[in-house]
């Protein structure tokens, strides 16, 4: 599912910097090395607060499979669900194209009512929600009521989570620095070097709020189920940028022309 960008919302302030901070000599021209803080002219910065809001949906489906038989000989019981469980593997690997390592299966072997029961789960891993839908449905056309399918449980992977967090940090740094230089131009004035830039807060929460479904899970559809498993994250970044004065700029595009 395609990442949403939400609008930034930024504060921005003009200041100069706290008494005694130490300036560079391109920070102010025309001051000698080494002159003592109080004698140097103040520098300029401004201070934006910059947010941002993005969201993906899950990359992984997570399908339970069920099934049991229960016979009066041990090997009648083994064999009825054995029997399943490679029909649905096969099917998996055929429809599906699921790996062996994206399907786990665990075995139960009993005796009750001088009968042997037998039960077996089947969990596959999808990362392809189409072919899940496809074998989900093969699977209960062909072995109908002998299998209980569970709905999907959607979630993120590590690596989507960790990337979506990365990408709304630099959105919201990118939409600071782009109002930083829009109200330096204002004042006709040139941005500088960031000084300071640090993350104030994130956000994360799943589904969207507006179309959250709050019905018993065993009732949703599949399109309120993704919906539900979309994740949302957003961050609030503090930036710092220096203000560079008008004159100093004409003066290096001199230079440069020269």
Known sequence: MPLSLSPARVFAELVPPPVGTNATENDSPGVAKGTPAFLQPPGREVHV???????????RAKV??????KKAEASAARSSVTRRLDYIAQTARQRGGISEENVT??????????????EAEV???????????????FLVEKLDSSVIISPPHFYHTVETIDNLRRQVCL??????QQKAQEVCQLFGQSLGKPLLIKEDEMKEWEGHLENH???PSDSLSLQQRLQNSII???SRMFAVF????????????LLNMN
């Open 49 to 59: 607060s910059g947010t941002a809001e993005l969201s993906a949906g899950p990359d």
């Open 64 to 69: 339970t499979i069920r099934l049991r038989s």
């Open 105 to 118: 299966i665990t075995k139960n072997f009993s005796r009750t009512d001088n009968a042997y029961k037998m």
């Open 123 to 137: 969990c596959i891993t999808f990362s392809n929600f189409e072919k899940m839908q496809d074998v989900c449905n």
């Open 171 to 176: 959105a919201a740094i990118g939409s600071a």
């Open 213 to 215: 479904i709050t019905c």
């Open 232 to 234: 949302n994250v957003s």
């Open 242 to 253: 220096e203000i560079k004065g008008e004159k100093k700029r004409k003066h290096a595009a």
